[in-house]
């Protein structure tokens, strides 16, 4: 059985982030081999796309009244919109602003599944 790839996107996560620099801080102390770093990523990129699609339930909504669409771009199966002005409103109703907003969007399945 092939093993699945996931996307690498949330390593740019504040929790991303932390974990990457934490993982660089021991292969530089020499207390853990690269090789081993990087299955330890590749497991937070399986983990964190399982676990979010399993169990986050929220939803959000978003409109532009005043702002737009800045920029697009499909490539490699993923969007990316960067807008600008926009406001969230949660599911608790509570409504959010923000001045610029970079979302990306992935194909819950990879090119060639069914």
Not at 5 to 22: C, K, M, N, V
Not at 59 to 76: A, M, S
Not at 91 to 109: E, G, Y
Request: hydrophobic share 40%; glycine share 4%.
């Amino acid at each position: 059985m092939a093993s699945q790839t996931y996307y690498e996107l949330y390593r740019r996560s504040s929790i991303g982030l932390a974990l990457i620099d934490t993982l660089d801080g021991f292969v530089h102390d020499g207390r853990m081999e690269p090789q081993l770093a990087m299955k330890v990523i590749a497991s937070f990129d399986k983990a964190i796309t399982e676990v979010l699609a399993s169990q986050v339930k929220a939803r959000l909504n978003f409109k532009v009244p005043q702002g737009h669409l800045d920029t697009y771009r499909f490539c490699d199966e993923v969007w990316t919109f960067l807008i600008k002005d926009v406001n969230f409103k949660l599911d608790n109703q509570n409504v959010v602003h923000a001045d610029k907003v970079k979302i990306v969007s992935c194909n819950a399945k990879k090119p060639g599944e069914v």
